[in-house]
């Protein structure tokens, strides 16, 4: 992946020197047609295309923005309503994530996300034992945590 985006910026630079146009704009157009040719000889290259675990980095990071306005909402109506009606509990969540820097993601954004904490990792770190605010149905928040995070963060590291 490094060596690609290295690459891409050598052609970025080399297009700039030919077209003798040292501007932001000559070098995203030489970027573009770097990113362009590289995509265009991926087969020859054994590692994936740079720009695919890249848009799933954003992607990872737009649905960790989205998720935090969301709870960060669900939380503050918890707060203004007159009668609390929260349901806190520790449930316990297993995961398919395998390394332990999936593992410390996934805790990390859980830990983020206003209402929920990640208290212990098992030491397979195959468990996390969470607390959250409010809990209406284990199951169904387990499913969300696995559709969303986990299989964001897949995304990311199992590219190819």
């Keep these: 992946m ?25 070098f995203i157009v030489g970027f573009l047609i770097g990113a362009i040719t590289i995509g265009l000889m991926r087969r020859f290259w054994p590692q994936p295309y740079y720009l695919i675990r890249l848009w799933a980095v954003v992607k990872l990071l ?50 983020l996300t206003p209402g929920t904490l990640t208290m212990d990792v098992s030491r397979d770190g195959g468990t996390l034992y969470i607390h959250a605010m409010d809990i209406d149905d284990v199951e169904e928040l387990s499913r969300q945590i696995k559709g969303s995070f986990e299989k964001a963060i897949m995304e990311v590291t199992r590219s190819c």
């Design 2 to 26: 490094a060596v690609q985006l290295l690459l891409n910026l050598v052609i970025a630079v080399v297009w700039m020197f030919l077209n003798d146009n040292w501007t932001a704009s000559g």
């Design 62 to 111: 737009a649905l960790f923005m989205k998720e935090l306005i969301v709870s960060s909402y669900a939380v503050l109506v918890h707060i203004v309503r007159p009668k609390l009606t929260i349901r806190p509990g520790i449930f316990a969540y297993k995961t398919e994530l395998k390394s332990d820097w999936e593992v410390t993601v996934l805790s990390c954004l859980i830990c």
